[in-house]
């Protein structure tokens, strides 16, 4: 029966895939608050043109034959995640019941084993990869996610979120190399990664790495070892870090090296996150992501709402903007990708997030909105210029055509995948029959699918 199922899914994607037609990116303008890379524009204008921003600002000429649609909402370019594990997101979140030195510790469980690992691995060799990908990447963009790192390389998701370690063609982007076990490397592995940055052929080297408790004595060793390796050099930027010190962050700056921080997740699994503070004092250049909504937030959107949380009760560390930019610029600039990704400003690409300013009566600034919004807030999410997500009568109107309905945080939202930025793959498979197909699997391991969004807890 398992095995019909997976035929019949597999099925689907293959008419899906062959129906597609390609679509011309549509022009539109949106008028709303901008947040630039340095300041917040009221009353502005984005054109979207072929795929990418054509203009920005207060004072934007918009054709006579291009819609322009009034958001009255907040207008920023759309997450960018260098750190996930996107087919793990399927799983609801896991509670262990302490605190651990180090990643490798809780790896090694019994209840991680039981009830994430071997599912997830039995899941994978039973061809749900693709369904898991397609999940995430939905996720992904109800927390305003238009950029991810962190899949399995299987080039079974395109026309959702843009995968950085596996760009499309004809994107203009180049892949970032995304690993998890850096120090596993063979020294083939590690020529080839060495000299695809230096070739520009790959524009990133993303390395998770000091994983663990602060003082955790193997969390700490591994910047040594990864020094030894060659390793610290421009376009390489570390994953967590918690186990990394002042002096260690000092020499990253030198070699421009940068970090991507994650602190529900290290928080959750290790009771502290990584020294932000002497990461910002030494110069090196921060970046926000959500690990995975096994134990971290279920996107950007949540993250930067605890990271703002966090900042607060450490005397502010980072402002508003601070923040944001981590989750939009910064991440840009890890990934290689500043000239295309992560901003407003024209020629861009047209990667956008439209946020609802939130209950009527309140007075913040963008700034703030962004690092506290839910994902009911949501009200647009465009890639490469096509509306695909958020609140059903624009998307409708935007897209052109039939939307899929799906509720988020008690909020009518909906799906337009059809034609999704250009790309000839399954994106118009179903929503629902993408959550049915997981959802019975799920069933077969006693897990339930994890929800889209915990709606801010």
């Known amino acids: 029966m398992r095995a019909l199922k997976r035929f019949a899914f597999s099925l689907l994607l293959s008419i899906a895939s062959c ?40 004072h934007v000429n918009v054709p006579a034959s291009v819609p322009v649609i009034d958001t009255h909402g907040i207008i920023a370019p759309g997450f960018v995640d260098l750190h996930n594990h996107l087919t793990w997101n399927v799983f609801p979140r896991w509670k262990p019941a302490g605190e651990f030195g180090n990643r490798y510790d809780w790896q090694q469980k019994q209840m ?3 009830t994430v690992a071997t599912p997830h691995a039995d899941m994978v060799a039973d061809g749900f990869e693709c369904a898991m990908e397609r999940y995430a990447e939905i996720k992904a963009l109800t927390e305003g996610e238009t950029s991810v790192a962190g899949s399995l390389l299987l080039p079974c998701s395109d026309g959702l979120a843009r995968n950085l370690d596996l760009p499309e063609a004809g994107s203009g982007l180049k892949p970032a190399i995304y690993n998890v076990f850096p120090l596993q490397m063979t020294e083939e592995q590690l ?3 060495q000299a695809a940055l230096r070739d520009k052929t790959a524009t990133a080297l993303l390395l998770h790495l000091a994983e663990g408790a602060p003082n955790d004595a193997s969390a700490t060793r591994e910047f040594a070892m990864l020094k030894a390796r ?29 970090l991507v921080w994650s602190p529900r997740s290290n928080i959750e699994l290790y009771g502290d996150t990584a020294d932000v503070a002497a990461a910002k004092a030494a110069g090196v250049v921060i970046a926000l992501a959500p690990d995975w ?20 009760a450490h005397g502010r560390l980072f402002s508003d903007r601070d923040l944001v930019r981590m989750a939009t610029v910064n991440a840009a600039e890890l990934a290689g990708e500043s000239g295309k990704l992560g901003s407003l400003e024209p020629g861009h690409l047209a990667d956008l997030l439209v946020l609802t ?46 939307v899929e309905a799906l509720e988020v945080c008690g909020a009518g939202k909906a799906l337009a995948l059809h034609g999704a930025h250009g790309r000839a793959d399954a994106a118009d498979t179903p929503w629902a029959a993408t959550s049915l197909s997981l959802t019975g699997e799920m069933a077969h391991y006693g897990r339930r699918l994890a929800p889209l969004s915990e709606c801010g807890n």
């Open 357 to 402: 300013p939130g209950p009527a009566g309140e007075r913040h600034d963008a700034w703030w909105i962004l690092t506290h919004a839910i994902a009911a807030q949501v009200e647009l999410v465009t890639v490469a210029g096509e509306p695909v997500y958020g609140d059903a009568g624009l998307l409708k109107g935007l897209s052109g055509g039939a």
């Open 191 to 193: 020529g080839a990664a």
């Open 230 to 258: 060659g390793l610290l050099e421009p376009g390489v930027s570390l994953i967590h870090g918690v186990g990394l010190k002042p002096a260690n962050f000092a020499e990253m700056a030198e070699h421009h090296v940068g």
């Open 112 to 114: 991680y084993q039981a």
């Open 293 to 312: 909504s096994i134990t971290g937030s279920d996107g950007t959107l949540g993250e930067l709402t605890w990271a703002s949380l966090w900042s607060e």
């Open 19 to 58: 129906a597609r037609a390609q679509q011309a990116p549509p022009t539109y303008a949106l008028h709303g608050t901008l947040v630039m890379p340095d300041a917040i524009v009221e009353d502005g204008t984005v054109l979207v043109r072929d795929g990418a921003i054509a203009a920005s600002g207060a």
